[in-house]
């Protein structure tokens, strides 16, 4: 049963939030870490104009909040992903790999505020300079996933719109690659000739034969996405022509997997964190290739992050 | 110096047109295959609608025809290209490989035309069941060049929007490969995160940096292509950072080159067909791997193989 606003501020200790390019979500958490209330919004980093961060945090949280905050009150929010981007909030410097859950905490930045009763921490992201790469908000889902799997060695993988594989030993993250999964998957869908070819969403057998496809080094990934069309125009009753998405989705996603299963061995861990659906296809394609990963909610993860982040800057 | 319009119309023997998707061209040839005027328009097949395709050629050439055409006159047309598509003007169902030029040109259709004076004739595009593949213009393209090197046995390559490469042996395309890398690109540079990181558009040493990047398999391109956007803001001085559009197009044409090069041996020979710059810049990409193409102008190679069709056509 959902708290009253009485008891959520007579109790709230501090708020964990997550902002994204595309949207928040706030979480109001106890003395002990228990989850009190939840919000979300569609203001992400996209939607704000210069200044607006501190008015649409107010906004969202004030029904948990106490009546009058004073100078005296100092309510904790920690922040993880965009708002600590170069064009978000207040910049937050990227943390270099190998880095530590403490290291990650310890970058925080805090942005000059215009009213009282808060105290705003805005967590940095996690570069790597050797093989460029970058990541925000992440790095919080790791932390968490670290906190549950304290002696994990291998690869999590978060699959998205820049899908991360990350490299976890002896509780550091020490290494990661992004992959434009996601990303490309929409634009061919959505914009490239390929939106004519386009029914049938989910048809994990068609899926299956798409990631094999791959897998046996068939064909570059440039040359097989043209065979979806093409195999709707010569070959009208194969298995991709009436399923050009999930065809689509094995060629891009087996893209990904094949390039990251060349670089680790089979003693290796994997855990994927994500969208259920979206996590369950990475599975199937790593199955294709003797893996089996451990599947991880997304929101527990970020949480985990996020409280373990409250956890090292309230002991600092 | 150009023909009168009264010159042209006295020599006029036949009529070349390449009809494509989003462009046509036309040519008006005499008795000896000799060019005597061109034409050009943007009215490709995505601007016109239902059944203006004989409007649209007749008010093209329009100038290069006698006063007063009669039922008795039937001055050839030959096209090439989308105008045989289903969604053309005819259809013209594709060819097979192995194809010859003989068998393309005995699979041409002949629209019913409204008026008189003119006999159009469409040609066929080339298919491929087997690793289901089509072209529809290309195999023009490649039948002129065959028409100048008959003993030419190995790839042609006709880069672009869907780039061909084309296996030639014995005077017959035994088959083909085609890569959405034009597309790809287009899409990535305007409508990608790295629509941000395009400054520097011609870096002839980030280019081959990058062809050299994949040629060394050092990552799938769907990571490759996120570390042109990281690369900008965590190693803002390396090669890449300020050649964004280089390095992105030389990991998609690069990743299209290793797929190929994979394919054939040191003892083939290699032809592209196609714009300068961009033929120039497959070439430096091949030479990474230790290939050297011929250069072969695009529109010779059209005109040769509309004119070895309407040779074979007028000896049937």
Redesign the interface.
Known sequence: MALSQTDIASRLDWVAVDWGTSNLRLWAMDANDAILARAESDLGLNKITDGGFETVLRDLIAGWLPDHLSQDDRISVIICGMAGAKQGWCEAP?ATVPARPETLAAGVVKPVLRQVGLDVHILPGL???D????MRGEETQLVGFMADHPDFAGWVCLPGT?SKWARIENGSITGF?????G??FA??SQ???LRHSMPGADDAQAFESAIRHVAEKQ?????C???I???G???PN?DTAGAGAATLSGY?IG??I??IVARLDHSESIALIGDGKLSARYNQALRVHGFDAEIIDAEAATLGGLRRAHTVLTNL
Request: charged share 20%; glycine share 4%; proline share 2%.
């Open positions: 990227y570069c790597q300079v093989d460029p790469d970058v820049h690659r992004t992959y434009m999964s990303e490309v634009l061919l914009q490239s000739i064909g570059d990934l440039l040359h996405l043209f065979g069309r093409a195999s125009l010569v070959a194969t891009v893209s990904e094949a390039d």
